[in-house]
């Protein structure tokens, strides 16, 4: 009995991370898949939680609202499901676009890892708080997750001033790719965030500085693309774990 348990323990972490490399891959190689694919995701988790949150802050608000309440949250709720999928999808395209095969390599393994990491953290809170993995991953993750992509990015070599200009105004074909596209606005979001870094770094030397722009930089926006992946991956680890218990239970009940 402790080895077909620890065995199914096996194949629901083996099915977690073949999920989390297959979403990964998904980014590497289909980016603007990927991006649509984020996008639908966000809208379908964001259209029943954010008019479920609303329900919940309402009354904070106002006292009465009635049937018109009901109805501002339906339409109010939509509106920021669709605005956050938008979002979701066009920084998933920045992100993941690319014509440097060992840049867009790095960051799809960085997504993966953070993914699990968040998917873990999920998990965790379930089990010690109670915590519901998706209302609070996908309204409560976002930011530190990327805060640790934003982190591990900041380790990239910004480019030179000239190098931007070369390529932003120069290399650019009038009518670029999607892939050259986001490699272009990827050199100039690094070259944005190091120019925000040097500005810091006058007021407070280049260590705090340096810890402020993982804080402001682009990079960050991309935790709520990895929030989202985060939450279904647990939500799934969640249902094969209680799978799991509910046919051991059926089984001692048997016995």
């Known amino acids: 009995m402790f080895l077909i ?3 199914i323990n096996i194949l629901i972490v083996g099915c977690e991370l073949a999920l989390a490399a297959a ?20 809208v379908s988790l964001g259209l029943g939680l954010e008019v479920r949150r609303l329900a ?9 609202t009635g049937g018109i309440g009901r109805l501002l949250r339906g339409v109010i709720g939509t509106g920021q499901a669709l605005f956050k999928g938008l979002i979701a999808g066009l920084v998933a395209l920045m992100t993941f676009a690319g014509t440097m095969p060992s840049r867009l390599m790095f960051v799809s393994g960085l997504f993966v890892i953070v993914v699990l990491v968040g998917s ?15 209302n609070w991953g996908f309204f409560r993750m976002a930011a530190p997750l990327g805060l ?3 982190a591990v990015m900041s380790f990239f ?3 030179s001033s000239a190098d931007v200009v070369r390529q932003v105004l120069l290399d650019l074909p009038q009518r670029p790719s999607i892939a050259q596209a986001g490699e272009a606005l990827f050199s100039l979001r690094l070259w944005i965030d190091d120019l925000i870094v040097r500005l810091i770094a006058t007021y407070t030397g280049p260590e705090w500085a340096k810890l ?3 804080v402001v930089g682009s990079n960050v926006l991309v935790g709520f693309v990895i929030a989202i992946y985060a939450v ?5 680890v969640r249902i094969l774990e209680e799978g799991h218990w509910h046919m051991r239970g059926n089984r001692k009940v048997r016995d």
């Open 120 to 134: 873990a953290a999920l998990r965790r809170l379930t089990i010690s708080f109670g915590a519901r993995p998706a």
């Open 232 to 236: 279904l991956l647990s939500e799934v």
């Open 56 to 64: 919940f802050e309402s009354p904070f608000y106002f006292e009465r």
């Open 148 to 150: 640790l992509f934003s």
């Open 212 to 214: 402020a722009g993982i």
């Open 5 to 7: 348990h620890f065995l």
């Open 157 to 159: 070599p910004p480019p």
């Open 23 to 42: 979403a990964g891959w998904l980014a590497w190689q289909m980016p603007l898949v990927f991006a649509a694919a984020t996008a639908l995701l966000a």
